[in-house]
């Protein structure tokens, strides 16, 4: 038997979350959410570990609650997490050799890459100029650096500087929402379309985490609003049949038992990430979304950024240090260096590469942490558990063997390149994609106000904030108003 809503909402992440919030604050609850997984909150995910909550996707909230709605939302529900100790540890940073870098130079070399990001990189042209790789902008600049630098120092303090300069390409926390595979993938003008919020002088050192995690503020903000009904978990959509003449949408779903059925909807909301839909669009959209629409999810960079943990019965290192640092020679052949516990396996080592070094968990002092973007992040999705961690246990003890690394007694990490409704974890503008092909995205279909069939939503259709929490929430917040001001009218 088929139902029927005014609203269905794919996805219960925070963007479809969001959406339902706000159709309930303005008195409309006639919807209902399908979500293809067996649990809520999508690239949100927590997971508990000695009473403490490990974050699978996103970790902390950026800004502060003058510019961050998810900030605001915590704070008035007593749920942040604020971690005030600045850097009152130290960091280690060494090469594949065990040599201890000077961290003077990291610093300026840090502050020289700050600066380029932040005051270089936003004053190139955005109109009717050729667009260009973040990749090459930064490398550019760094150029000019080293080439001054040359008449000055010796040949191995060059070296030393340009592993720095590589380590900050694959870890600066400005880079930290893109998960592409090289910073030669994003588009310059479409990296300075990103509206990175600012926090308030005060707490400029603070990193903000919520208590218990994201999955348990998304539980108190948004499901236990919710009646029982309203969300449908382990429901697989399957088709999507848009009849524009006669304003309704069908939507073919599978439930878990294997059950078919269908819902017949006035307003479908789309969250779905950007990299579902680029595995999906061609099979579940009938008619087929319009080229238009289908040309922005194909030119769109959707990244991956996994992170991993390394649980320990006790800390093996000094407990005065927070991070241990990895600062590859990229000038080394791949076939110089190579893992002992890859050799007799199908598996290469490349990937080890982007590891960038490990830091020391903000709450459990046992656990050590880091992430993995881009391809590299996808390929070591394909390495078993436990061969994993006699590899990092390996790359620990090659770049710190005075510090003899026990292997670890669990490894946790987040595979979203292979989550079947995810396909990643982060929106990117790619070189020859633009911020319009995201307000393409987040146009509805058919484009017409007092019609709208398939509304999106979701991090990718955040032209000012996109690969963000914050962003995801804003874009469910924008088509849940739509569809208010459409009865309201």
């Known amino acids: 038997?088929?139902?029927?809503?005014?609203?269905?909402?794919?996805?219960?992440?925070?963007?479809?979350?969001?959406?339902?919030?706000?159709?309930?604050?303005?008195?409309?609850?006639?919807?209902?959410?399908?979500?293809?997984?067996?649990?809520?909150?999508?690239?949100?995910?927590?997971?508990?570990?000695?009473?403490?909550?490990?974050?699978?996707?996103?970790?902390?909230?950026?800004?502060?609650r003058t510019n961050n709605p998810l900030y605001q939302l915590a704070e008035e529900n007593h749920l942040l997490d604020i971690d005030d100790r600045g850097s009152d540890r130290d960091d280690c940073y060494h090469d594949e050799e065990a040599e201890s870098i000077d961290e003077d130079v990291v610093d300026e070399i840090r502050k020289i890459y700050d600066e380029i990001l932040e005051k270089k990189v936003p004053t190139y042209p955005y109109e009717n100029y050729p667009d260009l790789s973040l990749g090459e902008f930064i490398w550019a600049e760094f150029d000019q650096y080293m080439t001054f630098k040359?008449?000055?120092?010796?040949?191995?303090?060059?070296?030393?500087?340009?592993?720095?300069?590589?380590?900050?390409?694959?870890?600066?926390?400005?880079?930290?929402?893109?998960?592409?595979?090289?910073?030669?993938?994003?588009?310059?003008?479409?990296?300075?379309?990103?509206?990175?919020?600012?926090?308030?002088?005060?707490?400029?050192?603070?990193?903000?985490?919520?208590?218990?995690g994201f999955s348990n503020f998304l539980q108190k903000i948004f499901i236990n609003q919710l009646d029982n009904d309203q969300l449908q978990l382990n429901t697989i959509v399957q088709c999507i049949s848009v009849h524009e003449d006669e304003q309704y949408v069908d939507i073919e779903v599978v439930r878990e038992n294997q059950q078919v059925e269908t819902f017949r909807t006035k307003h479908l909301i789309c969250t779905q990430s950007v990299g579902c839909l680029k595995h999906t669009m061609q099979q579940i959209f009938n008619p087929p979304l319009p080229q238009s629409k289908r040309m922005c999810i194909q030119k769109l960079g959707f990244g991956t950024i996994n992170r991993i943990y390394l649980v320990y019965s006790q800390p093996f290192w000094d407990v005065d240090f927070e991070g241990f640092h990895f600062l590859w020679d990229i000038n080394r052949s791949n076939t110089e260096w190579e893992l002992e516990c890859l050799m007799n396996t199908s598996f290469d080592n490349q990937w080890c590469k982007s590891i960038t070094g490990f830091y020391v968990h903000h709450r459990l002092a046992n656990v050590l942490t880091t992430t993995i973007c881009g391809e590299a992040a996808k390929y070591m999705e394909t390495i078993p558990d436990d061969l994993l961690a006699i590899a990092l246990q390996e790359l620990l003890g090659h770049f710190y063997p005075d510090n003899p690394s026990p292997l670890p007694e669990q490894l946790i990490r987040s595979q979203w390149f292979n989550e079947?409704?995810?396909?990643?974890?982060?929106?990117?503008?790619?070189?020859g994609s633009s911020i319009h092909d995201i307000k393409q995205l987040a146009m509805p279909w058919p484009n017409k106000p007092a019609k709208p069939l398939v509304l999106f939503a979701g991090e990718g259709t955040h032209d000012r904030f996109y690969g963000?929490?914050?962003?995801?929430?804003?874009?469910?917040?924008?088509?849940a108003k739509r569809i208010v001001e459409l009865y309201k009218a």
């Open 150 to 212: 040359k008449s000055a120092l010796e040949k191995d303090e060059l070296d030393e500087r340009q592993k720095v300069i590589d380590w900050l390409h694959k870890q600066h926390p400005y880079l930290d929402t893109i998960g592409c595979n090289r910073l030669t993938d994003v588009s310059v003008q479409g990296w300075n379309s990103l509206e990175r919020l600012p926090k308030d002088d005060q707490h400029q050192d603070e990193t903000v985490y919520l208590q218990k």
């Open 468 to 479: 963000t929490a914050h962003g995801a929430y804003l874009s469910g917040v924008r088509e």
């Open 1 to 64: 038997m088929e139902r029927h809503y005014r609203v269905i909402i794919i996805g219960a992440g925070i963007a479809g979350l969001s959406c339902a919030k706000y159709l309930l604050e303005n008195h409309i609850d006639d919807f209902i959410i399908l979500e293809a997984q067996d649990r809520i909150g999508g690239r949100c995910q927590t997971i508990s570990l000695f009473e403490h909550q490990l974050e699978l996707g996103v970790e902390s909230l950026h800004g502060d």
């Open 420 to 431: 079947p409704y995810i396909h990643g974890s982060h929106t990117f503008v790619k070189l």
